[in-house]
């Protein structure tokens, strides 16, 4: 074990990473998902965005007011939940049941728990997941991007047959399913409007290039451990790639389940969250394959047609498991 310590000359003080640090390299790293959401759906950005995040540092303040405990409001990570969980919201949200699964998510999610670091979920998405089961049909309603028609209409059903703008990427992998269309539901077009964000979803999950910068610029600054974003996104690719390969006729291409939804969110953003994510590289990429294949099972064989969320929180519920299988050695030391 002694070969593996680096020795070095002096001086060997380095600055310390803070909760704070972290959290606003979170911050930076979402700004481009931000900034593509608001040019999007305009509006409905501006507006939940801050009202999610407001409602996130409202709701630990009081928390911690009552429980008569230090403001905690330093450390940023309200304001990550709020930004994370408004970026995964549909853009037509009501600002009162934004209002409501941002309490939920701060105060179930988190506080409830003793705050950050107790808690066992990822806060944003105990929220989602509440707002999903509360109401679940504002919570599937989607919004035309203000590129494709100014007055941002929602999307009806009976039009999403008629045009690519109306409809989700991952409706339109569910429905080539169900239907038999996969090879020619998907255009090119479609394809690239996944990278840029043309089309229908939450707010922070349509533009692929706006999360890849935003990953991107978590991994140069150190922030995130590459092996969980590259774990949960290679499992997911396997997965689509096996159904693809047993039937290409009702199953979309693999890539596109990579620029779809909210997997690149997921990957940097979601299931990195130091707290809530295993502590060891192994405990990473076992609990980054169980994100990405939870995902594409609920993707490709259940009815919803999302499972990021529900992959999160079940893989956050065996953290402790996976932790406890994969121990940390101590420098110079050994398992017993």
Same mark, same amino acid.
């Given at each position: 074990?002694?070969?593996?310590?680096?020795?070095?000359?002096?001086?060997?003080?380095?600055?310390?990473?803070?909760?704070?640090?972290?959290?606003?390299?979170?911050?930076?790293?979402?700004?481009?998902?931000?900034?593509?959401?608001?040019?999007?759906?305009?509006?409905?950005?501006?507006?939940?965005?801050?009202?999610?995040?407001?409602?996130?540092?409202?709701?630990?303040?009081?928390?911690?007011?009552?429980?008569?405990?230090? +403001?905690?409001?330093?450390?940023?990570?309200?304001?990550?939940?709020?930004?994370?969980?408004?970026?995964?919201?549909?853009?037509?949200?009501?600002?009162?049941?934004?209002?409501?699964?941002?309490?939920?998510?701060?105060?179930?999610?988190?506080?409830?728990?003793?705050?950050?670091?107790?808690?066992?979920? +990822?806060?944003?998405?105990?929220?989602?997941?509440?707002?999903?089961?509360?109401?679940?049909?504002?919570?599937?309603?989607?919004?035309?991007?203000?590129?494709?028609?100014?007055?941002?209409?929602?999307?009806?059903?009976? +039009?999403?047959?008629?045009?690519?703008?109306?409809?989700?990427?991952?409706?339109?992998? #569910?429905?080539?399913?169900? +239907? #038999?269309?996969?090879?020619?539901?998907?255009?090119?077009?479609?394809?690239?409007?996944?990278?840029?964000?043309?089309?229908?979803?939450?707010?922070?999950?349509?533009?692929?290039?706006?999360?890849?910068?935003?990953?991107?610029?978590?991994?140069?600054?150190?922030?995130?451990?590459?092996?969980?974003?590259?774990?949960?996104?290679?499992?997911?690719?396997?997965?689509?790639?096996?159904?693809?390969?047993?039937?290409?006729?009702?199953?979309?291409?693999?890539?596109?389940?990579?620029?779809?939804?909210?997997?690149?969110?997921?990957?940097?953003?979601?299931?990195?969250?130091?707290?809530?994510?295993?502590?060891?590289?192994?405990?990473?990429?076992?609990?980054?394959?169980?994100?990405?294949?939870?995902?594409?099972?609920?993707?490709?064989?259940?009815?919803?047609?999302?499972?990021?969320?529900?992959?999160?929180?079940?893989?956050?519920?065996?953290?402790?498991?996976?932790?406890?299988?994969?121990?940390?050695?101590?420098?110079?030391?050994?398992?017993?």
């Amino acid at each position: 074990m002694l070969e593996n310590i680096t020795v070095s000359s002096a001086p060997h003080i380095s600055k310390p990473l803070s909760t704070r640090s972290v959290m606003i390299d979170v911050i930076i790293g979402l700004v481009p998902a931000m900034a593509a959401a608001g040019y999007y759906f305009r509006i409905y950005a501006l507006i939940l965005i801050p009202t999610c995040v407001f409602s996130a540092v409202a709701t630990e303040w009081l928390c911690n007011l009552i429980r008569k405990k230090p +403001n905690s409001l330093g450390d940023l990570s309200a304001v990550v939940t709020g930004i994370i969980l408004a970026l995964s919201l549909p853009p037509s949200l009501p600002i009162w049941a934004a209002i409501i699964g941002s309490v939920f998510a701060v105060a179930i999610g988190k506080m409830v728990f003793g705050g950050l670091g107790a808690n066992v979920f +990822n806060p944003a998405m105990v929220g989602r997941a509440f707002l999903t089961a509360s109401f679940g049909m504002m919570m599937t309603s989607w919004t035309v991007p203000a590129t494709i028609d100014a007055k941002m209409p929602r999307i009806a059903p009976e +039009n999403m047959m008629h045009s690519r703008t109306q409809a989700t990427p991952l409706w339109w992998s #569910k429905l080539a399913i169900k +239907n #038999k269309l996969g090879a020619d539901v998907y255009s090119n077009a479609q394809f690239e409007s996944t990278f840029t964000g043309e089309v229908g979803g939450c707010l922070g999950e349509t533009s692929a290039i706006a999360l890849l910068i935003g990953g991107l610029y978590l991994l140069i600054r150190r922030t995130i451990n590459p092996s969980l974003p590259l774990a949960v996104l290679l499992s997911a690719f396997i997965f689509a790639a096996i159904a693809y390969l047993i039937d290409s006729d009702a199953y979309v291409q693999p890539v596109f389940h990579l620029t779809s939804g909210a997997m690149l969110l997921c990957a940097f953003f979601i299931a990195t969250d130091p707290v809530t994510a295993p502590l060891t590289t192994k405990g990473m990429w076992i609990f980054g394959i169980g994100v990405g294949a939870i995902t594409m099972l609920i993707r490709i064989v259940g009815e919803y047609p999302e499972g990021v969320m529900y992959a999160v929180l079940l893989m956050n519920a065996v953290t402790p498991l996976i932790d406890r299988f994969c121990k940390l050695v101590p420098a110079g030391g050994k398992l017993k």
